[in-house]
């Protein structure tokens, strides 16, 4: 089965530094991949998402990731970082070939931001 | 548009005991999911429904996990009985998407805020 592995279960920076969150998927073929966002004691927010269109995708706030297949990776980053973005985050895959729909999930990322 | 509401929010129970979540998806979703999310991990799959029909449920311990959604709307998902292992957040997610859609490049899960469960 199709998986991603986040590299760094937690992960800190400082409020105006890059941030850059790792992901790695396991396929040959690449699927569809996605970063949510989990604020504390909230539901998964979809920050974007891959489809094939285009490497380089951008996400709400301030947020992009690029699609390298050569690396089998889609890294998540943001140049200047908030203290509102301090969160849990998570990769996610779909298989593209045929059969589920369904999310496969990393085990996440927690970002803090140090004022 | 309203979002996927899930109640509780928070339920602490003893192990054996039994416990349902409730949730409402968004207005016209015709696909629903369950995840659990233990502490330090990632959502996990228990059970996908497609309309009121079940498409998943190989990761649902059948044994004590059970999930319904009448009427292809509402869903409730119960344990009995429960187990300390049990402590998670249940997390319910919907989407407009058939699961036999074509066009996977437009798919999105909606996600609810959660019931954190915790058994002792």
């Known amino acids: 089965a199709q998986s991603v592995t986040q590299l760094g279960s937690h992960v800190s920076v400082s409020e105006g530094a890059l941030v850059l969150l790792r992901c790695n998927y396991s396929s040959s073929v690449p699927p569809y991949l996605f970063w949510y966002v989990q604020y504390p004691n909230q539901g998964l927010q979809l920050l974007l998402k891959?489809?094939?269109?285009?490497?380089l995708v951008k996400g709400i706030n301030g947020f992009e990731a690029e699609f390298k297949k050569s690396e089998t990776s889609f890294h998540l980053t943001k140049p200047s970082a908030h203290m509102s973005d301090a969160a849990e985050y998570f990769c996610a895959v779909i298989p593209s070939g045929a059969g589920s729909y369904q999310l496969t999930f990393g085990k996440g990322t927690k970002l803090s931001v140090i004022p | 548009e309203a979002g996927v509401a899930q109640s509780p929010r928070y339920k602490i129970i003893e192990k054996r005991q039994s416990v349902a979540f409730w949730c409402n998806p968004i207005s016209g979703h015709a696909t629903l999911y369950w995840y659990q999310q233990i502490l330090g991990q990632g959502p996990k799959l228990l059970i996908q429904f497609q309309n009121n029909g079940v498409v998943d449920d190989s990761q649902l311990p059948k044994d004590r996990f059970s999930a319904e959604r009448l009427k292809g709307v509402d869903s409730t998902l119960k344990i009995q009985p429960a187990k300390l292992e049990d402590s998670a957040v249940y997390l319910c997610?919907?989407?407009?998407?058939?699961?036999?859609?074509?066009?996977?490049?437009?798919?999105?899960?909606?996600f609810g805020p959660g019931t954190r469960l915790t058994v002792t």
């Open positions: 891959y489809t094939s269109a285009a490497t």
């Open positions: 997610a919907s989407s407009p998407q058939s699961h036999r859609g074509r066009d996977r490049g437009a798919y999105e899960q909606y």
